[in-house]
Each structure stands twice: as C-alpha cells, then as structure tokens.
C-alpha cells in the first residue's frame, strides 16, 4: 500500500492535462517504476498522481511520412526493443533500453519515464542525445518542442513543468539513416544495475568506408546530466578512423567530461571508463555501419 | 536404499504451487503494525522523545519509547546456553535501546492498526539525541580516547585471543638460509546475507502463553531469549517457525522476536505484526564480519612452510552477538589448513564499533579465514616460484590431523582426492602452462583454494537434537523434528535417514516442516553444517527406535521372537526372506487391538560428542579484461568431501548456491558505509549480489569419503561450497596478471588502480 | 478513494473494492488470498513478487491494482489442471531440483511460463537475460535453468495448452 492522497486515472492525454493543471500539487505517473519508488521512500509521500499509465495515444512506436520515428512516451523498454521499426532502423536504440534494469522492469518502465527522472544514468538517455531526438511537452495551455540536448538542467531536473506532460519523442532520419550504432552500459553487474556510465556511439563512414561522414557520442554519468561530447565529435568528421584517432576522440571526450565521485565510483575510475568505452562503442558502431579499418 | 538416492525435495511440491505458507502468509488479518523508530546516527545517547505529533497521526495504537521497556539486557546469539556463566552470550542490549551504538539502532516503535498510519507516526517522532563520533574501524575503537560502546568492556576490546604452536619462533624460520618471507595487511568487508525472505515475526498470546511465529533457523533459542528478555519462564512462549525463506546465519540470531513478543503483552495480548523492510534487513540486522589482517609467512627454498604469523581484527559492529566465536573460527582454519613446521603465532581481537552487528553468516568465520590462508598461501608460492597447487600437496593438513586445542579429528580424509579431482577438472596443470608470460588487454589465469570446515559446534559448545516419530494405522510415519528447514533441504535428507533406519519407502514419511517449540522436540537449530550429521543422527537412532518397538509388536502378533523379523520396503520380512506381515498390519493392529493397543512412538536424543572435518576446494578460471577492470569467470568447479551424499542431486544444489554466495564476495558484495557509519547501499539494487546474467555456469564435484562418525557416513556440506571460491579467484587474478590484492571484493575501481599501479594499463598507447 | 475494480484472476473474472495507492501484491496476497505472490523488496529490485498481466512478467510490487482493470492475471495458483496435477514447468522445477527455500521459485515459475510461452528458442545465455530480473540466493541459478529449458523442451515435444 503506498501512502499517496490520490490517483486519478486519466481517461486520455487531455484529461490528465486537465487534471494537471486542476491540482497544483499533483505529478504525472506512467510506469510507476520510479514514482512508487519515491512513495515508498517517504520523499513523495502523500502525492497526488495523475496516470498516464498505458494511454493508447501515448503508447506505441510509428513511422511518419517524411521517414520520421515516433515513439510515444508510455511505451515500455520492453515494447520499443520488440518493435520491429525500431529493430529496422535504430537498433541500437532498443538495445539500449533493452539493459534497464531486469526484464519485469522493462515491462513496466517507459522511456518517457526515463527521460522525465532527469537521472543522469537513465539508459535511454545517451543514446537519444545522440540521435538528436526532439521532445514534444504539453500542457492544458500549451504544446513546445524540445531538443533532448536541451532537456536535462542538472541532477534529477528537466525543463519540464509540473503540468506538461512528455508526450512523444522523435527522431529524424537525417539523425539514423546510414549511421551504426552502439550503447554500452558499465556497471557492477550485468542486469538490475544503475549504469556507473554509459555511453552511446553513432558513427556514419563516407562511401569510401573509412572516412568519418558523422560521429555522435554521448555518455550517461559522465556529468550531472547525460552529455553530448561535440568536442570530441568535430575531430572525427571527415576523418579516416584509426586507432590514433579513436584515442584521440576518447582523450578529448575525458577532458570535456565532468563526472564526479560518489561511493558508487571515483571520478578517476569513471574517466578510464569514459575513455576505454568510447574506444569500443566508436568501433563497435563504425563495424555495425559497414565501416573498416 | 533410500540414502543415497537423489529424491525430489519433500517440500518443492507446496513450494511451486504456492501452498507453502511463510510467516507473512500466517499474519492475522487484524493484527497490529509495529514500525521501529530507528536512530538516525550510528553513536550517541537518546535524551528525550517529542511523541505529539505522532501520536495525533490517526490509527496509531500505541509508541513505546527505550524509556518504557524493561530494564533486561539481553543476549541475541543463536548458541547453545550455557548452564556455566563463564561460557554465557554476552548480555548487551535491551529491547529498544537509549545508547545508540549502530546507525538505525531501535530506539522506539510505533504500533498503528495498519502500515501507513505506523510509517506515518515513526517520520513524526521527535528524538533528542546527543551525537557521539562514530568508531568505523577495530583501530579507531582501540584508541585511546575512543567512546565507550558497552560499559562492560571498557577500551571496546570484545575478546582477545592468542596462542603459540610450534618449538621455534617466526625469527628463527625466517633466518632458514634461503627462506622466502611474505607479509602484509589484508582485508575483507562486511557482507549481508540477502535470504528472499525479508526479517519476519509476530507475536499474539493466548491466555498467559505468547506464541510467536517466526521466520528462525533457531526456535528453540528464539524461545529461551524471549524468556530472558522478558523476564518470564521461558515456557511461556511458544515458538513457531513455519516455511522459510533462507536465512543464511542472520535468522541464526535473535532479532525481532522479543520485541514482538514484549508488544503483545503489552497490548492486551492483540497480535502484532513486525515485518522489516528490505532496507532495514539490509543495513539493521546483521552481516558478516570486516576483518583486518597483518600475516607473515615463511618457506624454505624447497617451499616448505615454517612458520606464520597471524594477527586478526573483526568488526563486531554495535552489539555482540556471535562476537568472538567468529575470530575464533576465523584463527582455526588458518591453523588448521596448513602444517607450519617451525611455529604458528596467532591472535585475534574482536572489537566493538558503530558498525552495523556482524553475527553469524554462512561458513562463520572461515570464509573470512579461507581467504587470508589462501592468499597468502598463493602469495607465498608466488615468491617461491612454485606452483601453487604443489605446494598446497606439500604442506596443506594430513590424514588423522587432531586439532591441538579444541581435538576435533579428522575422522576420514578427503582432501587428497578433492585436489586431484579440481585438478584434473579445470586442467590445471595445462592451463598454468598456458596462461604464462602473457601480454594483451585481456588475460586469463587458473587459481584454486582449499579449506577444512568441521561438522558442528562440540566441543566449543553442546550439541544435541531430539526426533521423534509416530506410526499411523496405515502404517505411515510422521516425522517431528527439532531441527529446522531453511531451504536448504534438511527435511528432504530427514524423510531419507528415516525411511532408511525404519525400512519404510520415502513416500510412507511424513515430515513436520513447521516447528513449534510447545510440540517440536528439543534442538538448537539450523547453523554450523550440523544438522545432517548431528540431527540426522537423531533421525537414526529414533528410526532404529522406532522399528525396534513396529518388530516388538509384531512378533507378539505373530507369537514368535522379534529376532530374525526386518523391514523392507514397509514389509515385515522373516529370516527366510518371506513378508510374514505388513507395517500397516502392525500400525492398524497397535491402535485398535482390543488386548494389546499401543501407540508406537519412539523419541531420541542424541548428545553428540563427536565432530569432524568436511574439506573441499574451489577451482577458477578467469579472463581479465585490463581496461575495464572487469573479472569473466570461465569456469568455476567447487570439490567436496563431505562424505557420503544422503541425496546426490540436492549436495549438488546446495554447492551451486554456496559457490553463487562465494562469487559475489569474490567480485561485487560489499556494505558500503559513510564516516558516519550510516550505510550507503541498503537495497538489492545498491548491494549487489549476483544475477543470472553475473553468474557463470557452476560445476559441483564430490569425494565420496565415509566419515565413521556421521550417520550413513555424511559431514557437513551446507556451509561450505561458499567458503573457497574469493580466494580462488583472487588467486586466479594473481596468475592471470601477477597482480596481488590484498582485500575482497574484486570491484573492477579497485582493480584499475591496481592494474594502473603495476604499470598493466600502459600510456598513451592504450587509450 | 475506493474503486472497483474488475479483472480475471487465475481464470476467473473478479471484481475487488481496492484503494488508490494498492499495489497489486497486496491486492493478490491481502484481498484475494494468493500468498504465492511473495513481498521481497517491495521496489522491483527482488523479482519475488512476479506476477504474469496479460501474459507478461511484471513485479507487482510497482503496479497499481487501478490499472489492472481488465486485465488477466496469473499466479502460480492458477498453473495447476483442474485435477490437480501440476503444470510442466512446476513439475520441472522439482524435477531438476531448481527449488530451494522457494521464496523466488513463484516468480521465477512465472516469468519461465512466459519464456515458454513466446515459443522461441533461447540459449543459455538468453535465458540468462530473461530470468536476471529475479534474485535467487540459494542456487546460483544453475537449476533453475535446467528446469526452464526442460520446460521449454517439454512444450515443444507437447505443446501445452495455456
């Protein structure tokens, strides 16, 4: 039993809205695997929650005319790395998600959720930073869209206000067509884990498939959000990619990173992942894309 | 036969369908919720409560203070008493305590009608407390200085041990010509259990008699430290243990039981439910012993081993619990393992912190002492230049060895074999070969390690078990035993040892699994690896009781002399092998006769004086991937000699939980604790016990050695399979990288720095 | 606030009165008496309290009883035949010694009939992966994969009907 105030059921996306926007104190709940959570530890006690558990309009993976994908906020981990427009033409995406916790959490869990959390560990994160994926928020007043670069404000904190809700995320195709992808969670075990860092590698190769046409990488813990590491993505772009340069890129990724020390791990041993990760999701991406060496 | 033979669990069928029913399966609907105020510093002294505002939160009972309780100190240990003072638990807690002495020490409890109300009240309560610093470390209480955790033991120092073996001293070996020398400090952390299970009691009284119902491996003890804590006759309680889910040493301990039962008699006998958060389980019950070391050790130039020195340090945490038996165990097994030909010193301390209470956990001690004998060992041979499996052959413990304190003997040796079969088993003698002089970011090593492990608690403290058995009119048998099922299959081996000592097939017993201290007969409980040699042997001798009075009988009915009659497969057989009646005939008969009715019942005692050693050994391969830090087990291949197997298939079983336990302490388990000793990672997601996806395929082997002690030949097994595999792998780490760590866990941080120190991660180049 | 809320239980269409903040474990173990469902984490951390909704493994500890309405549910209660005997996984669970102190063995049982139940072919590795959302201490889990791919064995050889 958890000790909240309220639960209203939103019929649809417009009555949780209004819902929202009704209750000044009440917050949305999706998946719950991170609200309950909250609850339970006394930090949310009391809570009045609006669910958007399953809403069909928010729920389900499609692909629009001008070859744009649409995820809607409430699908599950579980739904997006099933989905067969998801395993065509991003992969790497639902392999991502496909790590989150354990296989009951990625049931439950949706990747709006996790985007939403703010944490800098969230798994879907680097990996939709590197595909440049945009963020529709809506309010009862108001429809915006967001870069998911510009999404994260530090620790837990989003741009997101109490009364929108994070209705769909899209990715263009200029953003995945031609490009391999690779996401590498690194954590003390290999399931039911908090990723101590994780990091996204796109790379696309120039038709001779040894230059570098685009290289996106990104890391979740690296910093107190997850990251695009631009810096070191420029030295790429038009590049041939060698051993040297992919030490080059994962050196200059370490020097723009932030990451900081916890009990859960040294900010030196989070910089040696940084490095050694980004050398393997760089290759393993560049591999998966029809790149040689 | 029906030992030997590898049965289905007796109890797996209530088990899958979910008819098993555990304690929070029993709690009555209406029964009150008790949530425990815990103190929000790990040292300090409540000097007062502000209850207003908890006590105004709706559907609160009542909040009991540690000003209300009485003024009892208690002991928690799940020992044997002692009927001699001097070999009494120590007495060093109340049921809520004033002197704060471990970070979520109990302080107060809220009683609510439900759960939210009593979660509500607790956040609301308002306690005054004078902060004291915290003490992390043995070092730290030791100094001078330090605060006072019990006014008993003044300079915080639990126990102080230490003994001498040998003619010589460490000096004299180590000026040997030619004598390679090892030393260093070594370390291991506190673990946790993490039974399923959750800590779970309540308690309700009828009349004057509270009953608890308990998730124990000890209801006899949970018993008679109710008693104690209380101030009443210990019969007044009664003890249930229904179904449980794991316990592993922690529920080997007195925990919230005495509370429980306290609350009720204090509420009008209403039942009260106290139910621990994982959170709580985690960082407030209690854990395995941190231990710190300095060793040394010598090897003449042929590597053999002169002499060592051992100096110990464990964490007791806030309240003494198992206290020094562990340091104590902990020394044995250094001694035992090894043959130091010139002398062993050792000593140990067992000293009290604001740590969360270190108590019982799976092995006791020797996980704790395996790991230091092992690495140390490996060490050893590593500046020998030998190979370290050869000179474990030449100085590793002999056929016949009697311990020199305590005389435990080995009765029947195993160990010989055990090497040879691990050996043999993960290639040893190639794969050493193979995996030497290797460069490359990843590299592979074979390590091994090897313990003795004794089959119960005698002579350090009583052993005794009681069964008893009924025959029924169809000539099925009930089983009552005072030993208790954990989960680790003690019924499934009783069922066996019964039907075998009766002559009944395994499906004509039915064995009690709840045990209920007004009904059950006397035991001490489910610890020490002992039940199977010392319960079972209960089993035995009221089975051959038991089938002494079913033939008595029968030859009455049959108007002939007992001599000569048997039983086999429930039939009653004759000299010339001819079924003259059945067990059921004698069952009916003994019931209904109208001239001779009888219930056949038999009850046993057996007061052990025996014991003996089980030894094994953990085999590991390992691949190390240097940038990350990360450890692969390949292959994991743990040998036993615990004797003859009651039940091949479930030895196997209990050997691949074991080895699960002794990888995670090998790479991930660790309590994780602030300056403050407030615990940092109290959750299944934080401390991190291995997964199915963590977990490399586990590969069980056994000799099969009578020991001429045990019945039908068995020693333990239960604790074991957990004891060799860390320092296996840590020394599977020191071949595959010729790095030598010095403290457990393997975590890939600690491994990067060591790899960064010896220079294995290279410069530039490698990024 | 009460609601009513209508769901298939084990088969059998019901209706229960629960509260806003009910998770479905309580609702199963406190309201209709399904104790099989065990409380081990209460945070989805444990697998303990797997249930199967609509075929799929959830923990449910993190789900709301409100947002069951209309599903199905399935516990290891509703596995046996109506005669009583055992379904094939139970039965591969005592078989292959894969139970234990069997506080996990419910949800394990359950997430193993959804991975038969999908009718693909699965390594070892992959059933690695489909089980690591459940903590076991007992049996390094090396049984309890014996017992899921003898289930999965079994169902090929005679599909079960579920």
Known sequence: MFDIKRLYPAKDLNDALCALADDPESMVI????????????????????????????????????????VIGACTSFARITADPIIEEFVPYLGEAV????????????????????????????????????????????????????????????????????????????????????????????????????????????????????DLRLAYGVAAPTPIRCTEAETLAHGEVLTDALLGEIARTAAAHASPRSSWRASREFRLQLITELARRAIRSAWTRAGGVF | MAVGQSIPRVDAFAKVTGEAKYTADLVPANAYVAKIVRAPVASGWVRGFDLTEAQAVPGVVRIFTCFDVPDIQFPTAGHPWSTVPSHQDICDRKLLNAHIRVWGDEIAVVVARDRISAERAARLVKADIEVLPALSTPDEAMAPGAPCLHEEKPGNVVVHSQFHLGDGTFDEAAATPGAVVVSGHYSVPAVQHCHMEPVHSFAYMEGQKITVVSSTQIPHIVRRVCGQALGIPWSRVRVIKPYMGGGFGNKQDVLVEPLAAWLTTQLGGHAVNIELSREEVLGCTRTRHAFDWDVQA????????????????????????????????????????????????????????????????????????????????????????????????????????????????????????????GRAAIDWDAKRRLYQNQTGDRRRGVGMALFTYKSNVYPISLETASCRMMLHEDGRVTVQMGATEIGQGADTVFTQMAAESIGLPVDAIDIQSVQDTDVSPFDTGAYASRQTYVSGMACKMTGESLRGKILDYAAGMLERSAEGLTITDGQIVDETGQTVLTVAD????????????????????????????????????????????????????????????????????QVHGGMSMGLGYALSEEMLFDDACKPLNANLLDYKIPTAMDTPKLEALFVEVDDPTGPYGNKALGEPPAIPVAPAIRNALLHATGVSVHSLPLTPQKLIEHFRAAGLLGGEDHV | MRNLISLTVNGVPTTVAVEDGEALLDTLRDRLGLTSVKRGCEVGECGACTVLIDGKAVDSCLYLTVWAEGKSILTVEGLRKADGTLSPIQQAFIDECAVQCGFCTPGLILSALEIVMSGKEYTREELRKRISGHLCRCTGYENILNAVEKAIQMSRSAPQPK
């Open chain 2, 298 to 421: 010598v090897a003449s130039p042929d590597g053999t081993l002169l002499a060592r020195t051992y100096c110990a340090k464990s964490n007791q945490g806030g309240y003494a619990s198992h206290g020094h038996a562990i340091a104590a165990n902990a020394a044995n097994v250094f001694k035992q393992c090894y043959r130091d030909r010139v002398s062993l010193d050792s000593e140990s301390y067992t000293v009290y912190t604001n740590r969360p209470t270190a108590g019982a956990m799976r092995g006791y001690g020797i996980p704790q002492g395996c790991f230091i004998t092992e690495a140390l060992t490996d060490d050893l041979a590593y500046a020998l230049g030998m190979d370290p499996l050869e000179f474990r052959l030449k100085n590793c413990v002999q056929a016949g060895y009697v311990d020199p304190h305590n005389g435990i003997t080995m009765h029947a040796y195993g160990l010989d074999q055990v090497l040879e079969k």
């Open chain 1, 98 to 213: 496909d790590q989150v916790g354990g296989p009951q959490t990625r049931e439950a869990g949706t990747i709006g959720g996790n985007l939403c959390n703010g944490a800098t560990s969230a798994d879907s994160a680097p990996m939709l930073l590197a595909l440049n994926a945009e963020l529709t928020l809506q309010s009862a007043a108001s429809k915006r869209v967001v870069p998911v670069t510009a999404f994260h404000t530090g620790p837990g904190r989003t741009v997101r206000n109490r009364d929108e809700i994070l209705t769909e995320i899209r990715i263009f195709p200029a953003d995945f067509q031609g490009f391999g992808g690779q996401y590498i969670k690194y954590g003390k075990r290999a399931a039911m884990e908090i990723a101590t860092l994780g990091c996204a590698a796109l790379v696309k190769p120039a038709t001779d498939q040894r230059t570098v046409a």
């Open chain 1, 30 to 69: 999706a998946g719950g695997t991170d609200v309950l959570i909250r609850v339970r530890e006394g930090k949310a006690a009391g809570a009045s929650l609006v669910s958007i558990h399953e809403l069909p309009e928010l729920t389900g993976v499609r692909m629009e005319a001008d070859g744009s994908i």
């Open chain 2, 586 to 653: 004698v069952g009916m008969e003994s019931c209904y006769s109208l001239t001779n009715s009888r219930h056949l019942t038999a009850e046993e005692t057996y007061h052990c004086e025996q014991n003996t050693f089980a030894t094994g050994a953990c085999f590991a391969e390992i691949e190390v991937d240097l940038a990350l830090g990360q450890i692969h087990v390949l292959r994991l291949v743990n040998v036993h000699d615990s004797g003859r197997l009651i039940n091949p298939k479930l030895a196997e079983a």
